[in-house]
């Protein structure tokens, strides 16, 4: 397991991915794992997932400043009213990543997400949150998806959501601490407060 495990120049303990660069080592002890909860910050975070597919997660997230700029603060109501224009703008904007099937996906999916109730979003999501279990003890016992995750992405499909396959709906519940998937022995504690608080 001490293989899977980085120790910092702060002597602190990481998961495997969370110590290559600062940006990784600031997301891994600040945000990763951490409850998310609010319709906004939950498409965002959808959202990113899909536009990492095939991508090394440090790529969105250098690039998060300007996917904020460029989709409002994923502001559902405002991107729901995107328009063929605001597409092609996203896709001169080299600050994001330019993917047409990415962003058509993005926008569509804003639209799906406004039509659902205040909250709604944000429920549905969490109701696929399994119970607590205990940290993982190595990346190997690091799941890719999970039972709850395919349960997630075949109902958001059905919901009329695109580009997101259990694969990425399990990304988003490690991001989001439906899971918390940090690494026995990692420095980052646990979550000790109910994810509604």
């Not at 440090?58 to 224009?85: C, G, H, N, W």
């Not at 990543?97 to 659902?116: F, G, Q, S, Y």
């Not at 549905?124 to 995750?149: H, I, K, N, Q, Y």
Request: proline share 7%; glycine share 8%; net charge negative.
């Amino acid at each position: 397991m001490t293989d899977d495990l980085l120790i910092g120049d702060d002597a602190k303990a990481r998961c495997f991915w969370g110590g290559g660069s600062p940006e990784y080592a600031a997301y891994h002890d600040t945000e990763w794992g951490r409850p998310v909860r609010g319709d906004d910050a939950l498409f965002e975070r959808l959202t990113l997932e899909a536009f990492q597919s095939g991508l090394s997660w440090i790529t969105i997230l250098r690039k998060r400043p300007a996917f904020r700029a460029a989709f409002d603060d994923f502001s559902i109501t405002k991107v729901a009213a995107y328009t063929e224009a605001d597409a092609d703008r996203l896709m001169t904007d080299a600050g994001i990543v330019r993917n047409r099937m990415k962003v058509d996906a993005a926008l569509h999916n804003a639209k799906v997400a406004a039509e659902l109730a205040p909250g709604e979003l944000t429920e549905l999501l969490w109701s696929f949150a399994p119970a607590p279990r205990p940290r993982p003890d190595g990346r190997a016992a690091v799941p890719a998806v999970t039972p709850e995750s395919t349960a997630m992405a075949r109902t958001l499909k059905k919901r009329g959501f695109k580009f997101v396959g259990p694969t990425t709906a399990y990304a988003l519940m490690q991001a989001t601490g439906m899971v918390d998937d940090h690494l026995i022995g990692c420095w980052v504690p646990p979550v000790t407060a109910s994810p509604g608080a």
